[in-house]
């Protein structure tokens, strides 16, 4: 399985980008994709995760400014990230899951920052 994320990069406060990450094989196939990152200093903590049969969750500090989403013709899961804080800089990680198989995708990294 690999997971190739991008849409990341440089951005102002209070603005928007849209992160991508596509999949080799039917996104159907997980049991669970979703967003994680990775600050510097910080430990990855999740952003969105969306199992296979429901709807997205997100962690706390994101709620209500990100929306992640799916295409499934594409093999591909979407974060789309509004109302950008700096404190939003970090690395951006795809993950999917199967039973207790993770994968990871190489991570797009998003700064924001004026």
């Known amino acids: 399985v690999q997971l190739q994320a991008s849409g990341g990069g440089l951005v102002q406060p209070g603005g928007s980008l849209r992160l991508s990450c596509t999949a080799s094989e039917n996104i159907f196939n997980f049991n669970f994709m979703g967003w994680y990152r990775q600050a510097p200093g910080e430990q990855r903590e999740l952003v969105a995760l969306?199992?296979?049969?429901?709807?997205?969750n997100y962690g706390d500090s994101v709620k209500g400014r990100f929306v992640m989403s799916r295409d499934g013709t594409k093999k591909t899961v979407y974060l789309q990230m509004d109302n950008l804080k700096v404190d939003d800089t970090a690395v951006y990680y795809c993950?999917?899951?199967?039973?207790?198989?993770?994968?990871w995708g190489q991570g797009t990294l998003v700064t924001v920052s004026s």
């Open positions: 969306m199992p296979v049969g429901g709807g997205p």
């Open positions: 993950h999917a899951r199967i039973l207790s198989r993770h994968y």
